[in-house]
Nanobody, 125 residues
Framework: VQLQASGGGLVQAGGSLRLSCAFSGDIFAYRAMGWFRQAPGKEREFVAA????????DYADSVKGRFTISRDAAKNTVYLQMNSLQPEDTAVYFC???????????????????WGQGTLVTVSS
């Protein structure tokens, strides 16, 4: 499985970005998907996740109401729409594909089997 994240960049506080993660090498519909982020000097943390079926979505409290995760089965891609960005959202964002046994969103790093390379999001004040 390969995951290719894109869409990061520099944005002013209050702005928006949409991250994309292209999935290949397996059947996309078999994998719950997630986004995590890692700020400088901090541990990687959960941001959002989506079930295989696109029915269930889960968000960290810090992004709830501002970020939206979605998936497009036709394009084998998962997205993270980020609105009302704040400087504390600055981080490298990683997409991940969950282990096959999980059909629902997962918050734990260990539940994810495959990871993308990360895309940097920088929010200026």
């Amino acid at each position: 499985v390969q995951l290719q994240a894109s869409g990061g960049g520099l944005v002013q506080a209050g702005g928006s970005l949409r991250l994309s993660c292209a999935f290949s090498g397996d059947i996309f519909a078999y994998r719950a998907m997630g986004w995590f982020r890692q700020a400088p000097g901090k541990e990687r943390e959960f941001v959002a996740a989506i079930s295989r079926s696109d029915v269930i979505r889960d968000y960290a409290d810090s992004v709830k109401g501002r970020f939206t995760i979605s998936r497009d089965a036709a394009k084998n891609t998962v997205y993270l729409q980020m609105n009302s960005l704040q400087p504390e959202d600055t981080a490298v964002y990683f997409c991940a594909a969950a282990d096959f046994r999980w059909s629902v969103p997962r918050r734990t790093i260990e539940d994810y089997r495959y990871w993308g390379q990360g895309t940097l999001v920088t929010v200026s004040s």
